[in-house]
């Protein structure tokens, strides 16, 4: 089973100057739980709402997105995965990078994320 055949979670892509609090807009609007950190087009970090949470809710708090991107969980998830990318390669390579989720490249349909959750339910239905 290959990558392109499973569902992904949509996805902002954004700047590593972007302000967190603007990251976190970008993903309502397009009403996506991720937002993929890019420096140019280097990925830095994948992102979720939990992970700018903390950053959202204290006022005087200003962080980009990509200091955010960089930390913990987020710059775990930092792997670009290709959708021709086999299912059961991609499940090791999460479980050895210790990261929930990766980047998907948009080939001839919108990019996204591949949960680890999602890599392993759909795994288990195609046995």
């Known amino acids: 089973m290959k990558v392109r055949e499973c569902f992904l979670q949509a996805v902002a892509i954004v700047g590593v100057e972007e302000d967190a609090r603007e990251t976190w807009a970008?993903?309502?609007r397009i009403n996506a739980p991720w937002a993929a950190v890019f420096d140019?087009?280097?990925l830095i970090g994948v992102v979720n709402?939990?992970?700018l949470d903390a950053f959202v809710r204290v006022p005087e708090v200003f962080q980009k997105v990509g200091?955010?991107?960089q930390t913990g969980m987020p710059a775990?998830?930092?792997i670009l995965l290709s959708p021709n990318a086999d299912l059961n390669e991609v499940v090791f390579q999460l479980e050895m990078a210790g990261a929930d989720a990766a980047f998907v490249e948009g080939v001839e349909r919108p990019s996204g994320v591949m949960e680890m959750d999602a890599a392993n339910r759909a795994l288990s239905c195609s046995s």
């Open 67 to 69: 200091e955010v991107a």
């Open 40 to 42: 140019n087009k280097r």
């Open 49 to 51: 709402k939990q992970d």
């Open 26 to 28: 970008a993903m309502n």
């Open 76 to 78: 775990r998830r930092g």
